[in-house]
Nanobody
Framework: QVQLVESGGGLVQAGESLKLACTFSGGIFSTYTMGWFRQAPGKEREFVAAVNWKGGELNGDSAKGRFTVSRDDARNTVYLQMNSLRFEDTAVYYC???????????????????WGQGTQVTVSA
């Protein structure tokens, strides 16, 4: 059974950076496209970014220009580097695994088979 465990969340000030990690186990990591989503209080979960086994990326509106998704297949880990954080980036961040190749369909939660438990990111204004 595939398991995903996020780490790296915390409390930072606006303008600072944070790097999230998600460790994958229980399957063949290189066969999955990995995505990041986030959910702020009172809001729906939204797509942040995804990266496939070739390193191809798909970025959501919240990621463009500030966030970078990457993966290390040797470590079975996907990362989300977040720079210039804003108060509105405060959310629980989730990683997820999909068998889809890189496509706009990866923006949809229902196309991910496995999810982590989430890690809290809090940005103080």
């Amino acid at each position: 059974q595939v398991q995903l465990v996020e780490s790296g969340g915390g409390l930072v000030q606006a303008g600072e950076s944070l790097k999230l990690a998600c460790t994958f186990s229980g399957g063949i990591f290189s066969t999955y496209t990995m995505g990041w989503f986030r959910q702020a209080p009172g809001k729906e979960r939204e797509f942040v970014a995804a990266v496939n086994w070739k390193g191809g990326e798909l970025n959501g509106d919240s990621a463009k220009g500030r966030f970078t998704v990457s993966r290390d297949d040797a470590r079975n880990t996907v990362y989300l580097q977040m720079n210039s954080l804003r108060f509105e980036d405060t959310a629980v961040y989730y990683c997820a695994a999909s068998t889809l190749v890189l496509t706009f369909l990866l923006r949809l939660q229902r196309n991910y088979a496995y999810w982590g438990q989430g890690t809290q990111v809090t940005v103080s204004a």
